[in-house]
């Protein structure tokens, strides 16, 4: 068993744009809260958006970011002492009205490391969470732990996103960013739910890669309007006798105002749109459209804690593949991983190790 840390090491965000490597004190692990050894923490688009777009965290810098996170428990609830696990990306209180709805991905007050959990998150050797809700990873075979970091989000999010959307076997699905980190994985949980996928995107590898992983057929979007796409979607329903003007569900996964401007040119008659991606553009839309298709535009927000044993199944299962997707960094790299990430150069998603 791993010993208690004297500190924790961190990447920190000092202020947007400026890492600096920082040894913190270890917090006083309280009642129904664990101590995590962090075994790998995936670099995401939302730590992108606090470091380099402006987006404000809830707990001001500095903060060490990172929500994507999997290691092994090594002080605290002692249920879960030397146990594997996944922190859920966002910790609901388990103790609002919003949560006794069923709705705990949007409790108001969740913590998210790397944002609302106090200053601490997973770029880091250490952290401390609420134990209620962390995911135990049993027989994981021959997947690395650090690997398993993307099911907190990259995974699970879509899977929320799935079951926001009501995906049934038969269903027919678009996925607007089939190639992004969340939108491959979103393209195959639709395919392991049975829904049959189209994927758009512009990264013409990823875009063929994602036919092994999902796809049905793929739109590539690139030098492409929303009318543009929508003429070559029609011409693939019809290909396949599938109908082009009722009934698709719509995944946007980009977060940009050109991949929603394509999901809302898809949306038609009992249509749904769900939202997925985060992005801070403004787009519109005229609402008597949506009243005329008798549509659906959904918000989506993170997953549910008690899906995450469920989505962990079908990863253990094969039947969504992770490490095909994951490369795994030492976290000193974590500059160079945050600027390839942003510039959308990496062909995986990088998961950062701890090499302090």
């Avoid at 994981?140 to 690997?147: K, M």
């Avoid at 969504?320 to 959308?344: C, Y």
Wanted: aromatic letters at 6%; proline letters at 7%; glycine letters at 10%.
């Amino acid at each position: 068993m791993p010993k208690i840390p004297e500190k924790i090491e961190a990447w920190r965000m000092m202020e947007p744009g400026k890492l600096a490597r920082a040894s913190l004190p270890v917090p006083e692990v309280k009642p129904g809260e664990a101590l995590v050894e962090i075994a790998g923490c995936g670099v995401c688009h939302t730590d992108l958006s606090y470091f380099a777009h402006g987006v404000k965290t809830v707990v001001p810098p500095p903060i060490t970011l990172g929500h994507e996170i999997s290691g092994v428990v090594i002080g605290g609830d002692g249920n879960l002492v030397g146990k594997e696990v996944i922190v859920p990306a966002v910790m609901p209180c388990n103790n609002c009205p919003i949560c006794a709805a069923g709705r705990n991905n949007r409790c108001l007050n969740q913590k998210m490391p790397g944002n609302s959990l106090g200053d601490m998150g997973g770029f880091a050797s250490h952290i401390v969470v609420p134990s209620q809700d962390l995911c135990v990873v049993e027989n994981r075979g021959n997947i690395p732990l650090a690997t398993l970091a993307v099911v907190a989000d990259a995974i699970t999010t879509p899977y929320q996103a799935a079951v926001r959307a009501d995906i049934r076997p038969g269903d027919l699905a678009i996925v607007v960013g089939t190639t992004g980190g969340v939108g491959v994985y979103m393209t195959q949980t639709l395919a392991a739910m049975g829904a049959k996928v189209v994927g758009v995107g512009r990264n013409p590898e990823k875009l063929e890669r994602s036919k092994s992983y999902g796809a049905t057929a793929v739109i590539s979007s690139k030098g492409k309007s929303a009318k543009d796409v929508r003429a070559e979607f029609r011409d693939i329903c019809k290909a396949n006798n599938w109908p082009s003007n009722y009934g698709w569900k719509i995944f946007e996964c980009t977060g940009t105002l050109d991949g929603q401007e394509i999901g809302l040119e898809l949306l038609s008659f009992i249509g749904k749109m769900v939202v997925v991606g985060f992005g801070t553009g403004a787009t519109s839309y005229m609402m008597s459209r949506l009243m005329a298709f008798d549509a659906e535009i959904i918000g989506t927000w993170g997953c549910l804690p008690k899906y995450y044993p469920t989505v962990l199944d079908m990863v253990l299962k094969g039947k969504i593949a992770v490490e095909p997707m994951v490369e795994t960094r030492p976290m000193s790299q974590i500059e160079e991983a945050f600027k390839q990430a942003d510039e959308g150069t990496l062909m995986k998603r990088v998961v950062l190790t701890p090499d302090f």
